[in-house]
């Protein structure tokens, strides 16, 4: 079991509460963006993965730093600055506050607090790899 399990847990409801309640009140193009927002850093990080297993430690390290900047431009800059500013300040001035918008904002609130935690388990591999240790999956745990 991994010891994220509860944070992925956690992160894949409120996603799938975020769908369909954006669905719900036809906010479609604000779904569509957080969901690019959040695959746009899989890319690398799927690269870095791929690299590692045909056994080419550079490459596997240069995607994994290319995650690592995908990951804080896009869900710790981008996603705050611009989604959740829309959604929190310029959402209700435009069309008011929905029954939805204090439970829908609140998850997006819960997926950022997510995007910290994630980050700080993403900064010890990467302190890992720098130090010349092997890159290991931390949230791993042995039972």
């Not at 799938?16 to 479609?28: C, D, E, P, T």
């Not at 929905?98 to 302190?127: A, Q, R, T």
Request: charged share 15%.
């Amino acid at each position: 079991r991994r010891s994220d399990f509860l944070q992925m847990l956690l992160h894949h409801v409120a996603t799938i509460i975020l769908i369909a309640g954006s669905y719900a009140q036809g906010f479609y193009r604000i779904n569509i963006a957080i969901l690019v927002l959040h695959d746009v850093t899989d890319v690398a990080l799927e690269a870095a993965k791929l690299h590692v297993y045909r056994g080419e430690e550079t490459m596997a390290n240069v995607c994994f730093v290319l995650f690592v900047t995908s990951w804080v431009a896009f869900r710790l800059v981008a996603f705050p600055m611009h989604i959740m500013e829309a959604t929190w300040i310029h959402l209700p001035r435009v069309i008011g506050i929905s029954p939805l918008w204090l439970p829908l904002n609140s998850l997006l609130g819960i997926l950022y607090i997510l995007h910290w935690i994630w980050f700080f388990m993403i900064i010890k591999l990467l302190l890992k790899i720098i130090l010349g240790g092997k890159p290991s999956d931390s949230r791993e745990k042995s039972d």
